[in-house]
């Protein structure tokens, strides 16, 4: 209930003062479990991907965020679940889990972090984790924004990814993050300008 009204409210608001523009949003199943993966540059990014979604997203934060009750009581309400940085936070590796094996969608960011130049940077083995043990589909995203009133931000959907030619060929976690996030990469490089 309070994430659909929190959706519409950031829609109306972010839509026109960041002039988004969605691309590909058709590549995301209708159903069963996803993976949306997507370069990460600002705070912004998680609601301007659940805005332009076409499903209901949860998304891993960090901890600290939760650690007021009522901002962590609200994060939960909005589907956000705390993971700790730095750590194999197997609490998150098995709430993540059980929202796909339940079919819903996850939103990661695979590099982690923030990106300080803009650019899609180097992914963390985490999403690959999550790829490789559960039987969603992996749709990489990118995000193309300075977050700067009225100019144009792009947001834009790509393919699902072919999961089990890594599986197949035995990849580690990192090297299927690494693969996602060439994904984004391409995207990025066809997308920029």
Known sequence: MLYHLAKNLIMILF????RIKVTGKHHIPKEGPVIICT????????????ITASRTIYFMAKEELFEGKFFG??????????????????NALRSGLKF??????????????????GKPGQALPGVGFFALRSQ?????CVI?????????????YGKPMDVESFRKNKASAKEMSEGIMEEIRNLYEIHKN
């Open 144 to 156: 193309i924004s300075d977050y700067k009133l009225f100019r144009r931000t792009k947001v834009v």
């Open 136 to 140: 969603a589909e992996v749709v990489p």
């Open 73 to 90: 009581r609200l994060l939960r309400k909005v589907h956000a679940f705390p993971v700790k940085r730095g750590l194999a936070d197997r």
């Open 100 to 117: 796909l094996k339940d079919g819903e969608t996850l939103g990661l960011f695979p590099e982690g972090t923030r990106s300080k130049d």
């Open 39 to 50: 370069n990460h540059t600002s705070n912004l990014d998680p609601p301007v991907v659940g």
């Open 15 to 18: 839509y026109p003062l960041f």
